[in-house]
């Protein structure tokens, strides 16, 4: 055997050995499959000698298949002490992993043309493999791929930068969402050249969509109410949505709803304000309560606080809706109101004089006074029918004078006590209103006449 057939040249072209100056293999197919057929037979391994003793060839030809298949990734080497171990490679080959990928991916020369292919890239794109291999990017004319800028991309990939990017491309079957990325790829031989991976992420961008809907629509719901409008996570009190009624700001920094409505660092007390959210968490039900709030921008308010709670999957409270109806203005006119009727009262019940109201011919409120001269109590008197009071005669003339009077007029008449006797007494009618309607308060001085009888 002459030192050539000892150090045989071997040329490995994809799945084909070559072996020059090496007269005893006349098939150099058969070799190979000589050596896979071994490593199968003894799954745990065979060393060089092994194989090569086993299919009768030279030990340094065995190496050299054995390095070109490893390289190929047919068979795997591992060493065990001074010697090596071949096995068959677990691998799957790369055109069957292109092929079972979901993305769709293109490799490129430095040319930029095509050179590989899988089918997910040829269903995504709707093209033919045969149909674009060999063929330069730019004249491909792929939907949504070929704009100059993918372009310029895909140069700068070719040259080692490593980027991504988002695209939509048009189907038949309508629009579908891409994350293209751009990897730059050695070959075998030293060239350099990019892959192009495109992840279908349709299905992820229509719910991104789908959600920003939903959050759009919430926002313009919130922004309906012209009230307070907010949710509170019910475990930090940290304000999680608002609408711009609430007047909070900015909530990108967890602000807590203590310091945002009433400017404390800690959650409100219960005997200066009631806490709606722990209210919540333990009667598990809406709540109302009544708050002083203070704003950021904008005078200190009264506010009706409504909270609901919202249950999580193990029915505990998760987080809070509140709505807060501004009462600032009601609780001004309670006051207005219990001064004025202290006033009244003070007034109204201290005079020397029976003082009664009538709207729509009956009696709304009547004094102490009032109702001691007649024989009734306060309670008895009040909502009491004109007609019961004056008789007939005298009805007749205070009603007329209600319809025509302007000012304050006087006028006789006999008044109807509770035991059934009249009393001769001078009124005083003056207008007034009541509730926006017409009423007429009544003074009365009672006469020197002696009672009679009905």
């Not at 000698?49 to 795997?76: C, F, H, K, P, W």
């Not at 600032?328 to 109101?337: A, H, M, P, Y």
Request: proline share 4%; net charge negative; glycine share 4%.
């Amino acid at each position: 055997m002459t030192d050539d057939e000892l150090n045989p040249i071997i040329y490995w072209d994809k799945i084909s050995v070559y072996v020059e100056g090496c007269s005893i293999l006349d098939d150099h197919g058969a070799i190979r499959k000589r050596i896979l057929g071994d490593l199968r037979k003894n799954p745990k391994g065979l060393t060089i000698t092994d194989i090569a003793s086993d299919i009768d060839v030279n030990r340094n030809t065995t190496a050299r298949y054995l390095d070109v298949m490893q390289m190929a990734g047919q068979v795997e080497m591992r060493k065990v002490g001074p010697a090596k171990l071949y096995t068959l490679s677990q691998r799957v080959p790369l055109d069957a992993m292109l092929n079972i990928a979901e993305d769709g991916i293109l490799t490129f020369d430095s040319d930029l043309k095509v050179i590989r292919t899988n089918n997910s890239c040829a269903t995504s794109l709707e093209i033919e493999p045969d149909a674009v291999l060999g063929k330069k990017l730019d004249n491909l004319s792929l939907p949504g791929l070929s704009e100059d800028w993918i372009l310029s991309l895909m140069s700068d990939a070719a040259r080692g930068k490593e980027c991504d990017f988002k695209t939509s491309i048009e189907r038949e079957d309508g629009i579908r969402h891409f994350r293209v990325k751009l990897v730059p790829t050695t070959f075998y031989d030293g060239t350099t050249g990019a892959t192009m991976i495109l992840e279908d992420i349709t299905k992820r961008t229509l719910a991104e969509q789908e959600v920003e809907r939903q959050r759009n629509f919430l926002h313009r719901v919130m922004e309906s109410v012209q009230h307070p409008f907010y949710v509170i996570d019910a475990n930090d009190y940290s304000v999680k949505l608002a609408n711009s009624a609430s007047r909070f700001g900015d909530l990108t920094q967890n602000k807590k709803c203590y310091a945002l409505t009433h400017g404390r660092s800690s959650p409100c007390a219960a005997d200066v304000h009631p806490c709606p959210l722990q209210k919540v968490k333990e009667e598990k039900e809406p709540v109302t309560v009544e708050h002083i709030h203070h704003q950021i921008s904008g005078p200190t308010r009264h506010l009706e606080v409504h909270a609901h709670p919202i249950f999580d999957e193990e029915g505990n409270v998760d987080k809070i809706i509140e709505y807060c109806l501004d009462i600032t203005d009601r609780k001004q006119l309670e006051r207005d109101i219990r001064r004025l009727l202290e006033l009244y009262q003070m007034t109204a019940e201290k005079v020397a004089a029976g003082t009664f109201v009538v709207q729509h011919e009956q009696v709304i409120y009547c004094n102490p006074l009032l109702a001691k001269a007649l024989g009734y109590k306060v309670h008895e008197f009040t909502n009491v029918p004109l007609h019961k009071m004056v008789d007939d005669k005298h009805l007749e003339l205070i009603v007329n004078t209600m319809e025509e009077i302007e000012n304050p007029t006087s006028l006789k008449c006999k008044l109807r006590k509770k035991n059934g006797q009249y009393t001769e007494v001078r009124l005083t009618l003056a207008p007034s209103t009541y509730l926006d309607e017409p009423a007429y308060i009544i003074t009365l001085e009672q006469g020197a006449g002696a009672n009679q009888s009905e």
